[in-house]
């Protein structure tokens, strides 16, 4: 049997092609885990029915059909409604669903004191604004897993 010898020109192929390889390894796994980090949003309908995307007012559902409002607030940075889910807002005062004996339902997480006092504030100030008496108005709260600094408000009609 006879022994080999690795020359040090081999033993530097050696190291540079497994370097190579584990440097296309790390970057093909870095592609998968920001693909798979990515968060993937529900289609967003409008009142057609018709996908829609509106990343600047952060809006993740809007159905008017149904009566489905969905977005995105961050208590600690803001302490209103911006003027684009308001204006969605006043558009989903005409749903359908939203029949006399309908309350608006606002959906909110549970959250510190301070938190649900801006969220309830800012929700509350953009109905009045659109004359919606405060006694239509119920709020329910749900948990959350983990706290973030945006957080889903749910608005629905419930009869």
Do not use: C, H, W
Request: aromatic share 8%; proline share 4%; hydrophobic share 45%.
């Amino acid at each position: 049997m006879r022994n080999y010898v690795l020359t040090e020109r081999g033993k530097f192929l050696v190291v540079t092609i497994v370097a190579f390889f584990l440097i296309v390894l790390s970057l093909v796994l870095a592609v998968l885990s920001l693909l798979r980090e990515a968060p993937e949003l529900p289609p967003e309908n409008n009142q057609n029915g018709t996908d829609v995307t509106d990343p600047s007012s952060n809006l993740v559902d809007f159905n008017l059909n149904a009566g489905v409002m969905t977005f995105l607030f961050s208590p600690g940075q803001q302490s209103a409604l911006d003027e684009n889910i308001i204006s969605l807002i006043a558009e989903l005062l005409n749903s359908p669903q939203n029949t006399a004996e309908a309350k608006i339902a606002v959906e909110i997480p549970q959250l510190g004191d301070e938190n649900t006092a801006v969220i309830t504030n800012a929700v509350i100030a953009a109905l009045e604004a659109l004359e919606v008496s405060i006694n239509d108005i119920t709020f329910f709260v749900y948990m959350i897993e983990t706290k973030t600094e945006d957080y889903e408000i749910n608005i629905s009609f419930r009869d």
